[in-house]
């Protein structure tokens, strides 16, 4: 019995943590998403975070907790230093300002050869994220998460998220509000990137580009942004598909982007939304009595 | 007397490109009470609520809220200095419940702190009850009470107007905007509204309203001003109001047009 599990570790194990990286990232999106921000640096986050880790441990040999520690503070000033002029943009406007950034920062990575291997990217990193490490993160995110919803900083978001101008004129700092979801959301990136890049033994540029930044999207708006369950859910489900339709692995991306669309059109509050399962739940009691 | 006037506009003015909105508009409201501000379609009446709350920046002129000039601050800033309002075109958080409505206007009141929020502590809990106490108490000042955990979307026209009434008193305002309260209300409605403004009023609310209906704002007001194309012609009581003929132009056209047709 131990025996089987232990083999079913060693095949599998890659799968389920790469189910927690996957979830921080869908948390990552769902913090801006949820204060009505459409910000696609996630990716972009996520590899700073990951390569800032990563050139710590191996070229000045820091201790795992500070390069963890490391890992989140670069994609937080990041976020702080793109913030500030591109937070006031709007819908579709924030969204092509972040993805440009996503790209700088893929062709920064791309031509600091010496610091970051370049196209090639870094190999050889220690394997130091244990199973338990990134369960502890997705737990400890979902916390802080849970905890912020159930305060004025989780309500401060929901108002900015249904209309900003209504929201200011309640007291409520817009931009500090904003800059405080980037920010944390920028964290959980750099978290997933720098837990990711001491699990697979490499990065490479190309991980962190516009295709990651899509998946990273349809992950959180599949499973449905009004809860912190869907995300979770979403990522889940995005994680293992390919393994299950193998035999589309050439298709995936298409596969991304017909989920998103067909989701968008037909579940716009994803597959996991409170208010529709209360629904249902209302019709069958009142088909009842 | 108060010295202070609770708000106090001085040759505001707010240019559109060439056009020009507000001309040197001087109005004084004074504390408690109830002020009307009344005027023709397109008078720029809620662009002085506009720059009142730091919507929009004035061209011109400094605006004093209890002697204190607001130029530069920010929305959120102004209404934490104690200025609230409500829109001509309801903007209540629709997906929230009401007493979600409600807590949100009291954002900057509630005193606790990140390792509060994130421990839940004894000071967490007992700021978020008091909250939830109190915005119970605002929803049953406007007789919503019974729908507090109702989604805001599912309120008949009127309620909604009585929510965002609420949820403005939230932000514990000195001074209370309203533009256009009964737009699109039945007379029912009206009469009801009318009695709860006069109960905030009494409570020691001050509030400044724009308002079309007339008969609703010759019942409340104690002093009225009348904003045509940009300018105030005229202020007064009630009385003074009616009886002015600039205000009979404005609002019905002047006289001896119709003697010379004649």
Redo the contacts between chains.
């Keep these: 019995m131990m025996e089987a599990l232990s083999t079913f570790w060693v095949i599998h194990s890659n799968l389920i943590l790469s189910l927690g990286t996957n979830a921080l990232l869908a948390l990552s999106i769902w913090l801006t998403l949820s204060c009505g921000m459409l910000a696609m640096a996630n990716a972009a986050f996520m590899g700073i975070g990951a390569y800032t880790s990563a050139i710590l441990t191996m070229q000045f040999g820091w201790p795992f907790p500070a390069v963890i520690l490391a890992g989140m503070l670069a994609p937080m000033l990041a976020a702080l230093i793109i913030g500030l002029p591109t937070l006031r943009l709007s819908g579709v406007y924030l969204a092509m300002a972040t993805l440009a950034f996503g790209e700088v920062v893929r062709i920064v990575i791309i031509n600091t050869e010496l610091l970051t291997g370049g196209i090639g990217g870094i190999a050889g990193i220690p394997t130091s994220t244990e199973w338990w490490h990134m369960l502890l993160a997705v737990v400890c995110a979902l916390f802080v998460l849970w905890r912020m919803r159930r305060s004025k900083v989780g309500r401060a978001f929901e108002a900015i998220r249904e209309d900003e101008t209504a929201a200011g004129l309640m007291g409520i700092n817009v931009g500090a509000n904003k800059m405080l979801a980037f920010i944390l959301g920028a964290a959980l990136a750099g978290l997933a990137g720098t837990l990711n890049a001491h699990l697979t033994f490499m990065i490479d540029p190309k991980e962190f580009g516009f295709d990651r930044g899509v998946e990273i999207l349809t992950m959180a708006i599949f499973g449905g942004i009004g809860s912190l369950v869907g995300p979770v859910l979403g990522s889940a489900i995005f994680t293992l598909l390919p393994t299950v339709l193998s035999p589309l692995a050439d298709f995936r991306l298409m596969v991304n982007g017909v989920v998103l669309v067909l989701i968008v059109l037909f579940l716009p509050n994803g597959i996991w939304d409170p208010a529709r399962f209360k629904q249902w739940f209302g019709r069958k009691q009142g088909a009842r009595t | 007397m108060n010295a202070l006037p609770m708000l106090q506009l001085q040759n505001v003015s707010r240019h559109f490109g060439g056009l020009k909105v507000l001309e040197d508009v001087n109005i004084e409201v004074p504390e408690g009470g109830v002020f009307g501000l009344i005027g023709p379609n397109g008078a720029g009446k809620t662009t002085v609520f506009n720059l009142t709350?730091g919507?929009l920046p004035t061209s011109g002129g400094t605006i004093r809220f209890q002697g204190r000039d607001i130029a530069g601050m920010?929305?959120?800033q102004i209404?934490?200095a104690g200025i609230?309002?409500t829109?001509q075109n309801i903007?209540?958080?629709?997906?929230?419940s009401l007493i979600?409505n409600v807590?949100?206007?009291?954002?900057?009141?509630?005193r606790?702190g990140a390792v509060g929020?994130?421990a839940?502590t004894a000071r967490?809990r007992s700021e978020?009850r008091r909250a939830r106490e109190r915005a119970h108490e605002l929803l049953s000042w406007v007789r919503l009470d019974h729908k507090a955990h109702d989604v805001a979307d599912n309120l008949s026209y009127g309620e909604q107007r009585k929510l965002e009434l609420a949820?403005a008193l939230?932000?514990e305002p000195k001074l209370l905007l309203l533009d256009e309260p009964v737009a699109g209300m039945n007379s029912g409605e009206k009469t009801e509204l009318m009695h709860e403004i006069r109960n905030i009023s009494a409570r020691g609310y001050t509030i400044f309203m724009i308002e079309h209906d007339m008969r609703f704002v010759m019942g409340l007001c104690e002093h009225i001003a009348v904003l045509n194309f940009g300018r105030i012609i005229a202020q007064g009581g009630p009385d003074e109001i009616r009886n002015d003929p600039q205000v009979i132009e404005a609002y019905l056209g002047r006289e001896d047009e119709s003697e010379v047709a004649q």
């Design positions: 709350t919507l920010k929305p959120h209404t934490q609230a309002r829109f903007r209540i958080f629709k997906e929230m979600e807590i949100v206007g009291m954002h900057a009141k509630l606790y929020l994130l839940a967490f978020e949820r939230a932000t």
